[in-house]
């Protein structure tokens, strides 16, 4: 059986920092494609960051590029999304999702997913 499990929220001020965790159990990480989530409330989930299997390509959204970085260890089936100059906006709780279909990270969206974490909050406030 499948499982995702997100670890790493919390609460931080504007500007700070935060590394999120996704491991994974029940699998061979190295076959499948990641995801990140999130979702304010009130708002549509939203697609943060995709990683092909491999980790030959990463997309980002564009409201996290060039501040959110991911990446994986498939040795230790985990995921990361280290996030930097955090703002507000990204209060939100993050979902880490993976799929084991061909994936070429295109574009980022849920559908796409199989397995799904259970969320972890973040929180960006002074």
């Known amino acids: 059986q499948v499982q995702v499990v997100e670890s790493g929220g919390g609460l931080v001020q504007p500007g700070g920092s935060l590394r999120l965790s996704c491991a994974a159990s029940g699998i061979t990480l190295d076959g499948y494609v990641i995801g990140w989530f999130r979702q304010a409330p009130g708002k549509e989930r939203e697609g943060v960051s995709c990683i092909s299997t491999l980790g030959g390509r990463t997309k980002y959204g564009d409201s996290v590029k060039g501040r959110f970085t991911a990446s994986r260890d498939n040795g230790k089936k985990t995921a990361f999304l280290q996030m930097n100059n955090l703002k507000p906006d990204d209060t939100a709780v993050y979902y880490c999702?993976?799929?084991?279909?061909?994936?070429?990270?295109?574009?980022?969206?849920?559908?796409?997913?199989?397995?799904w974490g259970q969320g972890t909050q973040v929180t960006v406030s002074s």
């Open positions: 999702a993976v799929d084991h279909s061909p994936h070429t990270c295109d574009i980022i969206q849920a559908g796409d997913f199989e397995h």
